[in-house]
């Protein structure tokens, strides 16, 4: 110690300290290391500098927000113009970009084939009216053809109508006149026959006069025989002329028997051309009936198609995506022909949440937009809120690209409106920030290490 002063401060110290203070002093100090100042120093400045960054982590408020990639579409969605069934495109009426109006003509089909077949259903459609009239006037047995008022009107602007009507008026009194003639001809018989059992009568009746003549002069011959005045040839001859007329008239009630008959089977005939007649009417009608409904379904699809000519567009809108342009081409049933993106629709952003966000995310939520296509010092960040959440994952088509839910948010009313020459349109790409629960940073860190804690206590 001695020493230490010796060598030391001691010569720079003034003449008036006490030797003894000086030696006390610097045993004060070799008793406190400087190790202890530099720890407090450290500790001090640690202290100076995590306590605001503690702040921050408790005191500050974050928002969690789910990113989540999309694009803008119309909130009706673009609508696909296809066709109900094939058909050959004769000219298309629109180019990439043509607004049209609702209900004006997209394209022109070619119609050809379609006016030949409706061309051929009208025919038939309209000779299986007129034929189906005259079956059911032959069916009532009526003698005066009359069509309907409907079938009539349309002979007088249609002349091949009135060719149809004029052939089964002609048919109708040819049928009548070659039934009557049928009819005729079992009528005469049976007439002729009545007159051959008339005159079978008459000879019956008069043999029998004949009989009752003879038959007295017998009974007369027989006294005078019993008498000796007659001879007994006389007898026998009129006895025989009794037999002749007995037999007379057997054969005339056989033949009236036969005759009669014979009136039965005509008549028979007669009726059986008549039940034949209506049979092959009831027959006819049902064929023509089921080819004349066959025939209007023709027509009607044939007019279907001659109606569809034009595909006229279901709202108003901006082609665009056309895909059939070659005159001649054959559209397929089904076959997208080309978009209609509607006007004045309402812009919505359609975005792509991954499975894995999908429960921080729900319809009412908050959202951050940002365009895209725009500068962000030109373009702010705009705001809107979530009014769509899928409720299914979706797969990209192919499975080209990674599963999905569906979302939808809506700008809030005046956000487009407040930036100065913004023009959005449809397909424009957009980045949605979903926001979600409000988290320090501190929880923000914690949440992680607790939820591992949690795990490894479980296992």
Do not use: C
């Amino acid at each position: 110690m001695q020493q230490l002063v010796k060598h030391g401060e001691a010569a720079a110290l003034p003449a008036s300290l006490p030797q003894e203070s000086l030696q006390k002093q610097l045993e004060r100090a070799v008793q406190s290391p400087p190790v202890h100042r530099l720890v407090r120093r450290s500790l001090l400045t640690l202290a100076i500098t995590l306590l605001p960054i503690a702040g921050w982590a408790t005191m500050t408020v974050a928002e969690r927000a789910v990113l989540a990639g999309g694009q803008l579409v119309p909130e009706g969605r673009r609508k696909t113009v296809n066709l109900l069934e094939p058909g050959i495109l004769r000219r298309l009426l629109v180019q990439e970009g043509t607004m049209v109006q609702a209900g004006q003509p997209l394209l022109q089909l070619d119609v050809t084939q379609a006016e030949a077949t409706a061309g051929q259903a009208k025919a038939a459609y309209w000779s299986g009216r007129a034929r189906i009239a005259r079956l059911r006037t032959e069916q009532a047995e009526q003698r005066q053809l009359a069509f309907p008022v409907d079938l009539e009107a349309e002979a007088k602007a249609d002349p091949a109508i009135q060719v149809f009507l004029r052939a089964e008026q002609a048919l109708f009194a040819a049928r009548w006149a070659n039934f009557d003639g049928q009819v005729g001809v079992q009528e005469r018989a049976i007439t002729q026959l009545q007159e051959q059992v008339a005159g079978a009568q008459a000879q019956r009746e008069g043999a029998g006069r004949q009989l009752m003549a003879v038959r007295e002069q017998i009974a007369g011959y027989n006294r005078l025989l019993t008498q000796g005045y007659a001879s007994r040839f006389t007898v026998l001859n009129l006895q025989q002329q009794e037999a002749g007329f007995v037999a007379t008239i057997g054969q005339a009630n056989a033949q009236e028997a036969q005759l009669r008959e014979g009136i039965i089977q005509a008549q028979r005939q007669l009726e059986g051309l008549r039940l034949t007649r209506l049979s092959e009417i009831a027959n006819d009608m049902q064929a023509t009936e089921a080819t004349t409904a066959a025939a209007l379904q023709q027509l009607r699809a044939a007019q279907d198609v001659l109606n569809r000519r034009e595909v006229l567009s279901p709202e108003a809108g901006t082609v665009t995506n056309i895909q059939a342009f070659t005159p001649g081409a054959t559209i397929q049933t089904g076959q997208p022909i080309l978009d209609l993106v509607p006007l004045n629709d309402r812009l919505v952003i359609e975005g792509r949440v991954q499975p894995t966000d999908i429960e921080q995310v729900a319809v009412g939520q908050r959202a951050n937009i940002r365009l895209s296509s725009y500068r962000t010092r030109n373009v702010p960040m705009l705001q809107g809120q979530v009014i769509v959440v899928g409720a299914d994952v979706q797969v990209p088509p192919n499975n080209n690209g990674n599963p999905y839910f569906l979302v939808r948010v809506e700008f809030d009313p005046g956000q487009l409106d407040s930036v100065p020459d913004l023009a959005p349109v449809a397909g424009m790409p957009a980045e949605l920030y979903i926001l979600g629960e409000r988290r320090t940073p501190f929880a923000y860190l914690w949440g992680p290490l607790s939820a591992a804690a949690r795990r490894a206590l479980r296992d």
